[in-house]
Structure formats: C-alpha cells, structure tokens
C-alpha cells in the first residue's frame, strides 16, 4: 500500500527490530541519558513515538512504581515487540494517531520524543500537543537527526527537521527557553520547559 502524504516520514515498522539493536544501546546509553536530563524517580513520562520500547523500559526502570509511563504510537506491531519485553505495571501502551496524545491536560512531567518530531505532519501541533500534556514546568526533550549528519545512517534528509526549527516550534507554541545541543556529529538534543 502506497503510504498517504502525512505518513510518507513514518517509520517502517517492518524494521521495528533494528530499534531494539545492540549497537543502537551502546550509541545512545539511554538510562544514562534519560537520568543526565533529570528524569527521575516518580515522575510521569509520555514517551510520544514510543516504537518497540528502547526508551520506555529504561523510563519505565528510571520513574519506578511510584511514577508512570504512557508510551504512544501508532503502530501495533511496536507494541507487540514493546510486550514482548515484560514492561511492568506502570508502563501503559496507547495507541494514538499523532499529533493528538489523547492525554490529559498536564499529565507529564516529561515528554520525550526520539526520533519521531520529524515524522509527524504537522510539527506545529505535535509541539503545540506537548505543551497541552504537560504541567506547568515540566519539560520537553526532543532527541532527533541532524541534516547536517556526517554519517549516512537514518532517515532520508530531506525528511529531518533542523534543531533551530524544533526550537522556533516549541517557542512558537508558548515554551520557554529552548537549548540546543548537537549531542554528536549525526544527532541532537532540544529541551525546553513549560512556563510555571
Ligand atoms: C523512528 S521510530 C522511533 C521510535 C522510538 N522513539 C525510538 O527512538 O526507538 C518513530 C516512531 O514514531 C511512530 N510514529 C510516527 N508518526 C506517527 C504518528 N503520526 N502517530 C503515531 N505514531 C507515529 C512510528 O510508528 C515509530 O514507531
């Protein structure tokens, strides 16, 4: 089936499994990485593109039973391999068309999105959604690659979006204090925080 103009970006989920790869772990540290923003124990966590679950079972470890972690996407196949996994009780898996989370109003404390603001049509009302689910002073944090990468690896690049545009969109949409960081020649990071 030819994919429709709004999901012409999205991931293949017949490659799901190259998300849950070994090297991927060793690239990204993600327990280490999720821990160095300041997610922490307790806290609620959307994890909005969840995929197969590389971020959401280290979320799920990191926030432990006195927090939760709503991990969204679209596609059952991701779930199943998330499933497959023994996720525990306070990870729940939603299924959800982005932009719309379905989510209520300042749910999270943290929304993380990796890999996936440049998939979803339109960005505008992905950061405009992030906002909404958020409380006031929680944060954002968009891990995602650059145009600019030095290595052939990810998506196409004419389908990347640019950290400064992350940034233009989350200001746009009433966050404050966007940072930008290239966090290595081929990725980078934008948080941003929700105004108390
Ligand atoms: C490149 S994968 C990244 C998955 C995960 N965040 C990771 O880094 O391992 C992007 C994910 O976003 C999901 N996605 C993309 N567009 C979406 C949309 N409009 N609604 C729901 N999920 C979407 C895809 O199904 C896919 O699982």
């Given at each position: ?42 806290h609620r966590v959307a994890d909005?593109?969840c995929?197969?679950?590389?971020w959401a079972l280290?979320l799920a470890?990191i926030v432990?039973?006195?927090g939760r972690v709503a991990a ?15 996720p525990p009780?306070w990870l729940d ?19 993380w ?84």
């Amino acid at each position: 089936m030819h994919p429709g103009p709004t999901q012409e970006k999205r991931f293949d989920p017949a490659n799901a499994e190259r998300l849950l790869s070994l090297e991927r772990h060793a690239r990204y540290l993600p327990d280490e990485l999720l821990r160095s923003l300041g997610i922490a124990e307790g806290h609620r966590v959307a994890d909005v593109g969840c995929g197969p679950g590389f971020w959401a079972l280290p979320l799920a470890r990191i926030v432990g039973p006195s927090g939760r972690v709503a991990a969204l996407d679209a596609s059952p196949r991701m779930f199943e391999l998330l499933a497959r996994q023994n996720p525990p009780p306070w990870l729940d898996t939603i299924e959800a068309e982005l932009p719309e989370t379905g989510l209520p109003d300042g749910w999270a404390d943290w929304v993380w999105l990796a890999f996936v603001f440049h998939e979803v049509e339109p960005p505008s009302a992905l950061a405009r959604e992030t906002l909404r689910i958020l409380r006031p002073g929680g944060r954002v944090a968009v891990l995602d690659w650059r145009p600019d990468a030095a290595g052939e690896s990810g998506p196409p690049r004419h389908h990347r979006i640019a950290p400064q545009e992350v940034a233009r969109l989350l200001a746009e949409a009433g966050f404050a204090h966007p940072d930008v960081s290239l966090r290595d020649a081929d990725t980078y990071l934008v948080t941003a925080a929700k105004p108390a």
